[in-house]
């Protein structure tokens, strides 16, 4: 997705790479905690943040044991949604 490495689960996007930034998807409850320790909007294009994904802070993402925490949420969540139709 956008040129990086990405991972689905049942067609939709669980988590990216997007320049020098980690981003996943999480559900609101989530989102929340993530905010509270740095996470932001991903915005890829300037004006229309993506719902549902946000950017890791480098804390999370320079910590093995914490990014693989929050992958491990974003598939969780992501795997509550309907798959995508082909």
Do not use: C
Not at 43 to 56: C, I, Q, W
Request: glycine share 6%; net charge positive; no cysteine.
């Amino acid at each position: 997705m956008f040129v990086y490495p990405a991972a689905f689960v049942g067609g939709n996007m669980v988590t990216s790479l997007h320049q020098q930034s980690w981003i996943v998807r999480l559900s609101a409850a989530q989102q929340a905690d993530a905010r509270s320790i740095g996470a932001t909007s991903f915005d890829p294009m300037g004006g229309r943040p993506m719902r549902s994904y946000l950017v890791l802070p480098p804390s999370i993402v320079d910590d093995d044991e914490a990014i693989a925490v929050w992958v491990a949420r974003a598939i969780e969540h992501t795997r509550t949604l309907p798959a995508k139709k082909k």
